[in-house]
């Protein structure tokens, strides 16, 4: 797996996921959905063994991703970032830094935060060059976690457009709602991507705001909610705690 290739959850959990296969990013060590693995907490399932294969191999996803140097920290900046993670405030982190000021901490946390803004903003900008490509190209930009990639995605702006004619209800100030749900595939999809839209990137959104979000869209929004997972136009936590927009 290239490295480049991997969404902020795959960086943040540990793993990927690519057909019935947990794959750790670190090391490349596989578990298969189906089959039952051995770990300290007992017999568990192929997630929870990619889980517990990055916790006890690899120290857990924040040491592991701190370890790869990625994100191009500054020294001073990572350290501040791992006691943070611990759990350590300000006073005790200026403690660990030989003594430092509490203002020297809390001046790396604001540069921290704006790293965070700006590798937001870069993302997006990254997004946005990608979409005007593909748009010249004349094919709508599916996210790059779409778990399809065929004829099913081959679709341009104007056939796009022309599904959403057929089963989108436009209301005021861009509000729609589905008039019925498509058999094809294909005109899934295009809905999909459309409905998907209505959620903000870098943004995580319980449960309850996601079904907020898409019960005016269609009754049945926990298969809309389904669809958008197992499409890959939302990513899950395991524990179901949080969702988040695929790019």
Not at 8 to 25: L, M, P, Q, R, S
Not at 205 to 227: C, F, G, K, M, T
């Amino acid at each position: 797996m290239n490295i480049e290739s991997l969404s902020i959850d795959e960086f943040a959990c540990g793993f990927y996921v690519k057909g019935d296969k947990y794959t750790c990013i670190h090391c490349g060590e596989s578990f298969e959905e189906g089959r039952v693995y051995k770990t300290a907490e007992g017999l568990v399932v192929a997630r929870r063994a990619a889980c517990a294969h990055v916790a006890s191999e690899h120290g857990g996803p924040f040491l592991a991703l701190a370890g790869l140097g990625a994100a191009g920290l500054p020294e001073a900046q990572e350290r501040v970032l791992r006691l943070r993670y611990e759990g350590l405030g300000d006073q005790e982190i200026a403690v660990e830094l030989g003594g430092k000021a509490v203002s020297t901490v809390r001046n790396h946390r604001l540069a921290l935060r704006r790293r965070e803004v700006e590798a937001r903003a870069f993302l997006a900008l990254a997004r946005l060059v990608e979409q005007k490509r593909e748009s010249r190209a004349g094919a709508v930009a599916y996210p790059e976690a779409l778990t399809v990639s065929d004829e099913r995605t081959k679709v341009t702006p104007d056939e796009a457009e022309l599904i959403e004619g057929k089963y989108l209800r436009v209301g005021r100030e861009g509000a729609f709602s589905l008039a019925s749900w498509p058999r094809k595939q294909k005109e899934k999809l295009v809905l999909l991507l459309k409905i998907s839209r209505q959620f903000d990137h870098g943004r995580g959104y319980s449960e309850r705001e996601v079904n907020a979000v898409l019960q005016p869209i269609w009754p049945d929004y926990a298969e809309l909610r389904r669809y958008l997972v197992e499409y890959g136009f939302l990513s899950r936590k395991p524990d179901c705690s949080e969702y988040r927009r695929e790019r």
